[in-house]
C-alpha cells in the first residue's frame, strides 16, 4: 500500500513531549545538516532532566542543533480495513536550529527550528520501490514543497513546571500555522543540550486531507500524525571552537 504514507505527515517538523524538568528553549535558525489516531510516542528512554549549576552564572546560552538530533514523524491507519495499510516512520535529513536559554529568566528562552521540507524521507516499511513513491507524493501532493519549501517550528511562550517545562509552540506548515502546547524534558548543560518531546497534530487542521484507498476509500490515512523529537544542541562558542580544531 504504497499510497498510504501520503498526508501523513505532513505535518511535520520538525517534531515536543512529556515534561521532565525546567530549562528553557528558543532561537534562531542555526546548523546541522502510531498506529491509532491518538497514539503518540513515549518520552526519551532515560533522558533525566537538569541544569549545570555553573550556567547560574551566565545571562543567556546560545545553543545550535547538530546532526544528532532527530526529527520524525509518525502516521497512523484507520477506516474500516485500517488494519490493511502500513504505518510509516518520516524523518528530517535537512534542518537548523538554536536554543537561547536564559538561566535566570527560563520564560524568556526561545526556540526555533527549520526543516527543509524537501529533505523529509520515508524510512518504513522497508521497500525501496515503495518508499520511492511515498516519499515523492508526500512531497509533491501533501507538503507542496516546491511552493512551501519549509516546516519551521518556534516558541511563542515558555513556561517552567515542576518536571521541566511547557512551550506554546508555533508549527508552520503547507503556509498554515498552529499553536500547540508542547511539553519538553530537558538536560541543559555547560556546552550541550539534550531534548525530548513528541506530540500530535491533525493533518486536517492544516488544511491537509488524509489520503484514502482501497474499495470506497475503505483504507485511509489517520488524520492525526504524531511528531517525536530528540534535539541535541551544542552551545555556540564551543561549537565554533571545535571547527577550528
Not at 504505518?87 to 526556540?111: C, M
Not at 516519499?135 to 515558555?158: C, N
Amino acid at each position: 500500500m504504497r499510497w498510504m504514507m501520503p498526508a501523513l505527515l505532513l505535518a511535520l517538523i520538525a517534531g515536543t513531549a512529556q515534561a521532565q524538568q525546567p530549562n528553557a528553549f528558543g532561537g534562531r535558525a542555526g546548523d546541522s545538516r502510531g498506529s491509532a489516531d491518538s497514539a503518540v510516542p513515549d518520552s526519551e528512554p532515560g533522558l533525566v532532566g537538569g541544569v549545570d549549576p555553573r550556567l547560574t552564572t551566565m545571562d543567556s546560552v546560545v545553543y545550535r542543533l547538530v546532526a544528532e538530533s532527530r526529527l520524525q514523524v509518525r502516521t497512523g491507519k484507520s477506516g474500516l480495513l485500517g488494519f490493511a495499510g502500513h504505518t510509516h516512520v518520516i524523518q528530517a535529513r535537512a534542518f537548523q536550529g538554536e536554543v537561547v536559554y536564559y538561566p535566570g529568566k527560563p520564560a524568556s528562552s526561545r526556540l526555533d527550528i527549520t526543516v527543509a521540507a524537501d529533505s523529509l524521507e520515508v524510512l518504513t516499511p522497508p521497500d525501496t520501490a515503495e518508499i520511492r513513491k511515498v516519499t515523492e507524493t508526500m512531497r509533491t501532493k501533501v507538503l507542496r514543497t516546491a511552493d512551501f519549501p519549509e516546516i519551521r517550528l518556534a516558541s511563542r511562550e515558555v513556561t517552567s513546571t515542576p518536571g521541566g517545562f511547557r512551550i506554546r509552540g508555533a508549527l508552520t506548515m503547507v503556509g498554515q500555522t498552529r499553536e500547540l502546547p508542547i511539553d519538553v524534558v530537558a538536560r541543559i548543560g555547560a556546552d550541550t543540550l539534550e531534548a525530548a518531546a513528541t506530540f500530535s497534530v491533525k493533518q486536517s487542521d492544516f488544511g491537509i486531507t488524509p489520503i484514502s484507498a482501497g474499495p470506497g476509500g475503505a483504507v485511509k490515512v489517520a488524520d492525526r500524525v504524531a511528531f517525536d523529537i530528540r534535539v541535541v544542541a551544542v552551545r555556540v562558542s564551543a561549537l565554533a571552537l571545535s571547527t577550528r580544531e
